[in-house]
């Protein structure tokens, strides 16, 4: 069963950058959406940004000019860039695969931005 793991998370200062990646075990067939949801202490998941099969992306309002999401169609993959991070980003960052057949989860990473 192909499973998702996330890497790249850990301890930044206010205003410092990570890159959050997340590879599949195994081929993953006919993806329509790749994406990143977070949720922190106390609060709901909720989507960071999210990317088609296209190259268009979408993110949240908080996010936007900060956070890129990536993707590479061959290895089933999709990165977040996030720079210029802020106290309000802590949270376990989830990516997403997303099929007409099923929707894969990762187990989550955290991140966490000291001020």
């Known amino acids: 069963q192909v499973q998702l793991v996330e890497s790249g998370g850990g301890l930044v200062h206010t205003g410092g950058s990570l890159r959050l990646s997340c590879a599949a075990s195994?081929?993953?067939?006919?993806?329509?959406?790749r994406s990143w949801y977070r949720q922190a202490p106390g609060k709901s998941r909720e989507l960071v940004a999210i990317?088609?099969?296209?190259?268009?992306?979408n993110y949240a309002d908080s996010v936007k000019g900060r956070f890129t999401i990536s993707r590479d169609n061959a290895q089933s993959t999709v990165d977040l860039q996030m720079n210029n991070l802020q106290p309000e980003d802590t949270a376990v960052y989830y990516c997403?695969?997303?099929?007409?057949?099923?929707?894969?989860w990762g187990p989550g990473t955290q991140v966490t931005v000291s001020s």
């Open positions: 997403n695969i997303y099929t007409l057949l099923r929707n894969y």
């Open positions: 195994g081929s993953i067939s006919n993806i329509y959406s």
């Open positions: 990317i088609g099969s296209g190259r268009s992306a």
